[in-house]
């Protein structure tokens, strides 16, 4: 099991910017699959990026491609999520989550085993 825990989170006008970090720790950080998610209020939760822990690649949801970067530092157990351009409707609570998902399901939330607790991203018009 992984122990994760999400900080960064805040209140920005729409086109601003916020850098979220997640801590890990409790086994080798760079055996497991690192995604963000993101949970408006009223709406189910969503896929926003994921790094493989295999090869490093990365997947962006449409929404954020081109704003959102996912990175990692294995010697420091982080995994870091830079957010420019933000707008009114990236707000929500974003979560960290690790795991092995299966080629091709990196995007379903059941795929991971360990979530962090969240952190609140307001972005106000």
């Known amino acids: 099991q992984v122990r994760l825990v999400e900080s960064g989170g805040g209140l920005v006008q729409a086109g601003g910017s916020l850098s979220l970090s997640c801590a890990a720790s409790g086994r080798t950080f760079s055996d497991f699959a690192m995604a963000w998610f993101r949970q408006a209020p009223g709406k189910e939760r969503q896929f926003v990026t994921v790094m493989r822990m295999r090869d490093f690649a990365t997947y962006y949801t449409d929404s954020v491609k081109g704003r959102f970067t996912i990175s990692r530092d294995n010697a420091k157990n982080l995994v870091n999520l830079q957010m420019n351009s933000l707008k009114p409707e990236d707000t929500g609570v974003y979560y960290c989550?690790?795991?092995?998902?299966?080629?091709?399901?990196?995007?379903?939330?059941?795929?991971?085993?360990?979530w962090g607790q969240g952190t609140q991203v307001t972005v106000s018009s």
């Open positions: 989550a690790a795991g092995h998902p299966e080629p091709g399901l990196e995007f379903v939330g059941s795929a991971y085993s360990d």
